[in-house]
């Protein structure tokens, strides 16, 4: 919900380095909204955010795509699986009405849900691209899909 936004940037503020809306994947969020319907929230029983989750409309060589993050647990949860459960929930959500999704992350945690280095899509600077990372939602999706991420407006 709106209100709920001073408590999300907190916890991304908690969860991240200084200086992270430095990052290329934030570029692509610059005045782009969020998808509604997969950004996420986590509770505990006594009303304090657990974790959080984003999706954005981004496009890769022009095909419509998800970019994932970012996704955060509060320190206190972390291990306990509420990121896991985020991600495989919005994930499921996603494939209704998405193809693909993108995220730049570590490989090692993430392709435990399906996500795969992508070798030829290119985020825009700085930006490791051993980190950059997709997932298909249907058969083939990310086939024939290659070039530069670009913000979607």
């Known amino acids: 919900m709106p209100d709920d936004w001073w408590q999300v940037e907190a916890l991304y503020d908690l969860c991240f380095a200084p200086g992270r809306e430095a990052l290329s994947s934030y570029r692509l969020r610059d005045e782009v909204a969020p998808v509604d319907n997969l950004s996420r929230l986590a509770w ?16 890769v060589g022009g095909a419509p795509t998800l970019l994932l993050g970012p ?4 320190p206190t949860a ?9 991600i495989r929930a919005t994930l499921a959500d996603a494939s209704q009405n998405w193809n693909r999704v993108l995220l730049v992350g570590d490989a090692s945690y ?7 280095r992508l070798e030829h899509v290119i985020m825009p600077p700085p930006t490791n691209p051993e ?13 024939m899909v290659f070039g530069k991420v670009t913000p979607e407006r």
Do not use: C, M, T
Not at 71 to 74: G, K, L, N, R
Not at 110 to 116: A, E, L
């Open 44 to 59: 505990d029983d006594n009303g304090y955010l657990l974790g959080a989750i984003r999706y954005w409309p981004v496009r």
């Open 71 to 74: 996704v955060a647990v509060h």
């Open 78 to 86: 972390q291990g306990e699986g509420v990121g896991g459960a985020l």
């Open 110 to 116: 993430y392709q435990k849900f399906g996500f795969f």
């Open 131 to 143: 980190r950059v990372l997709g997932l298909e939602l249907h058969p083939s999706a990310w086939k």
